[in-house]
Nanobody, 123 residues
Framework: VQLQASGGGLAQAGGSRRLSCAAS????????MSWFRQAPGKEREFVAA????????RYADSVKGRFIISRERAGTTVYLQMNSLKSEDTAVYYC?????????????????WGQGTLVTVSS
């Protein structure tokens, strides 16, 4: 399985941006997908997660009410709609995939990671 993240770039504070993560390969059934981010000098932190069937989602408190995670019905592409962006949202955003629905906030549980896409929010 390979994950390809895209959609990063420059955004204005208060603006919006949408990230995509496409999964390819076999045996991807029952994988939850998530977004994490890592700002310079900081650890990777959980942003949002969505289950395989899209019936469960989870968000970090810092993005709740501003970001929306969604998933295509086929299950292999996940989106992160980021609204009301703040300068503190500036980071490299990574998508990850984990089988089932363990605690999605724990990076070491993940089986696959995408390469990351940089989002820069200017104030």
């Amino acid at each position: 399985v390979q994950l390809q993240a895209s959609g990063g770039g420059l955004a204005q504070a208060g603006g919006s941006r949408r990230l995509s993560c496409a999964a390819s390969g076999r045996g991807f059934d029952d994988y939850a997908m998530s977004w994490f981010r890592q700002a310079p000098g900081k650890e990777r932190e959980f942003v949002a997660a969505i289950s395989w069937s899209a019936d469960r989602t989870r968000y970090a408190d810092s993005v709740k009410g501003r970001f929306i995670i969604s998933r295509e019905r086929a299950g292999t592409t996940v989106y992160l709609q980021m609204n009301s962006l703040k300068s503190e949202d500036t980071a490299v955003y990574y998508c990850g995939a984990v089988r089932g629905w363990p605690d999605p906030r724990i990076p070491r549980l993940y089986d696959y990671w995408g390469q990351g896409t940089l989002v820069t929010v200017s104030s």
